[in-house]
């Protein structure tokens, strides 16, 4: 079946987010071409004579962050470049949930410069699995043990080291799909979701786990951390740590801080090795004036959740 057989589709307001009043009581939530927050990037007040669309509709980016696609919970207006998806027939929310999987899947079929504005429609969706038909998935929150966190970030103490200073860097190997096949290595792309895995691939890892990739095309500037070995693109740089210990705790930390960068790139000004070599970040340091790692790693244990890293 095709998108268009199971849902009808709309073009979303094409508002733009600075001629929007915002609003935290009687609000509207404001979907925009991201791939975070369910889409949501503020919520505004409503505005007279236009009805937002309702909860339960499925909203699509049609550039951006292409085919990122979420279920709304609340009634919504958009941005530009949004489809919104309505079910044809009576569909459970988990029934959605799977089709907006779908659509994500797509999305390496466009690029900067392909948008899923002409196609979206006529994107081939597989049946309903069976089992998702009688089953009710299990949305339990996540539990956490740790509920506050008494460090503070006091960023006027921190001092500026050089990338190149604290890791080496190797590159990624390009590999096209063709010479892709389903296996149980990690292949961590130039994508801004996942911690940057793509898919699985039946390949011998190239690089060991305990260290931080970061895009340098793409996603530009999107940074996480890696524990399991893996096979990277040549989109991507991976960081070993230099004369120091890494582990995962100081990894989420360095990770978050490198893509606090990633403003100053884009899609006309890659991040390319050597900028990113010469790019200086700012760390905690201790008495020495070197970087604490000690204090990197509880501050990231004192967080809620750290207990489910």
Known sequence: MKVKDLFDLAQGNSFELINMDIEKSSYVNFVARTAENNGVTAQVRPIDNIEPFPAGCITVALSGSVLSSFVQDKSFYTGFHIMVLSPKKEMRFEEKLFYCHCLKMNAYRYTYGRQANK?????????????????????SPIATQIQHHELSLDTNKWKKFRLFDLFEFKKGKRLIKENMSPGNTNFVASINGNNGVRQKIDRLPQHLGNCITVNYNGSVGEAFYQHEPFCASDDVNVLYPKNWILNKYIGLFIATVISLDKYRFGYGRKWELEKMKATVITLPVDKNGEPDWHFMEHYIKSLPYSDRV
Request: glycine share 4%.
């Open 119 to 139: 196609t979206l429609k006529d994107i081939d969706l597989p049946s309903l699995p069976g089992w998702l038909k009688i089953f009710t998935i299990d949305y």
